[in-house]
């Protein structure tokens, strides 16, 4: 086994809340050396967000930052401080990526845009994180996921069709994690090309953008030069969630002949060729009708019932088990999965792994997320050469 993938790139990290610091979790997670900036003694939002051990708010154990800041240094540094902006330009000298999703216009009032910081090092990749991009009139618009999710499509099409549109995931926030993801992908993409020209270059990401990338089905429908009208229906059933005798089941008729395996699980046999139900289309025409039969049907049976059903006619269906189940699930146990990692704090929580599997460069927490600045002494007297007295008149002045 050989070393992590991204061993040796360093990454300056000035992200908040999720979508950032998801970015600059999945190269921390492989490997890259990431210095987290924090405002001090508050530091990054998502420490008061919790979830907490006992439901106790602690800075130093909120169980959504630990997740999203393993194998992270941590440091406070107050950047609208003279000095800490001075601070962060000499740390940024041999930095390879510095990741922030400040406003717009936040990083220019610092002295800290992109022009100026690449005369400090030509070689920065600097990727900036918003709601709607570094450019365009809403670029200084405030938004929280709920304005993202509508301003990209995701609400206009979700939901029942005589009712008002939904919001994607609940609270779960999808689309900072989304935008962290793809985040992740272009700085690695501006990374490979540095390889080749040896300079670096801004990345531009915008969340809501992201959020519309999800919505191609959509967009390809209604650029059709027949009338957009015929396209707003909301597609809520087949696929679906289903509530069945002792749980929920899900369920996705993708072809004909999904259909016609359907019926005959279902003893529906009179509904196989039925013009009013054989594509998805008319289906949801044709919904209430439909669904008072298959409700019927559902109550008759198991959640087990209905899975070994599906597999029998290899129709698509899969069980929707709780979070306490799915900690447990085989499938997520045998691929190991979920990691137990060993908070200071909180003691030994489990969270998320990585969705795939590098055979020669291993992802690995190799680290709990730090507390509120952990490292200080680490980076500014080991790392830029700081005296000790130095440090304490900069806590003094409120730098860190």
């Known amino acids: ?143 929280t ?25 609940g609270p779960l926030r999808i ?10 992908m272009s700085t690695m993409a501006a990374v490979a090309n540095r390889r080749m ?9 915008s969340i809501t953008e992201c959020g519309l990338l999800q919505r191609s089905y959509p967009t390809v429908q209604n650029s059709f030069p027949s009338s957009p009208s015929k396209h707003r229906q909301r597609y809520v059933m087949l696929p679906s969630i289903e509530k069945c005798k002792d749980g929920y089941i899900g369920i996705n008729l993708l072809t004909g002949q999904h259909w016609q395996d359907f019926c005959l699980m279902t003893e529906m046999y009179d509904w196989i060729d039925d013009p009013r139900f054989t594509t998805l289309y008319h289906r949801l025409q044709n919904k209430e009708l439909f669904q008072e039969r298959f409700d019927k049907w559902l109550m008759e049976h198991t959640r087990e019932e209905i899975i070994q059903l599906g597999t029998e006619w290899r129709i698509p269906v899969n069980p929707v088990p709780t979070f306490e189940e799915m900690l447990s699930f085989p499938q997520y146990k045998e691929r190991e999965f979920f990691v137990e990692v060993d908070h200071p704090v909180m003691g030994r929580v489990a969270q998320p792994g990585a969705p795939y599997r590098m055979s020669e460069t291993p992802w690995k927490i ?32 409120g730098v860190i």
């Not at 051990?53 to 169980?63: E, I, M, Q, R, Y």
């Not at 689309?175 to 985040?183: D, K, P, Q, S």
């Not at 020209?197 to 990401?205: E, F, P, R």
């Open 366 to 397: 190799n680290s709990p997320a730090p507390l509120l600045g952990e490292h200080n002494s680490n980076v500014y007297n080991g790392l830029m050469g700081y005296s000790e007295a130095e440090l304490k008149s900069m806590a003094a002045d």
């Open 1 to 143: 086994m050989t070393e992590h993938a991204l061993k040796g790139l360093k990454v300056i990290d000035l992200t908040w809340h999720i979508a950032g610091p998801y970015c600059t979790k999945l190269l921390a997670d492989l490997g890259a050396q990431v210095i987290k900036i924090e405002q001090p003694k508050t530091g990054d939002p998502s420490r008061q967000e919790g979830p907490y051990p006992d439901d106790v708010p602690n800075l130093n154990a909120s169980g959504l930052f630990a997740y999203l800041n393993n194998n992270k240094i941590g440091i406070t540094l107050n950047l609208k401080s003279e000095r800490g902006a001075e601070i962060l330009k000499k740390l940024v000298r041999d930095t390879d990526i510095l990741v922030e999703n400040f406003s717009p216009r936040v990083m220019n009032s610092l002295g800290l845009s992109y022009e100026e910081l690449k005369e400090i090092n030509p070689r920065l990749i600097m990727t900036s994180i918003s709601n709607f991009g570094q450019s365009g009139r809403f670029r200084d618009y405030k938004g």
């Open 145 to 169: 996921e709920l304005i993202t999710q509508a301003m990209s499509g995701f609400i206009s099409s979700i939901g029942e069709p005589t009712r008002e549109p939904l919001r994607a995931g």
């Open 197 to 205: 020209s040896g300079m670096g270059t801004h990345v531009d990401v």
């Open 175 to 184: 689309l900072e994690y989304i935008t962290g993801a793809f985040a992740a």
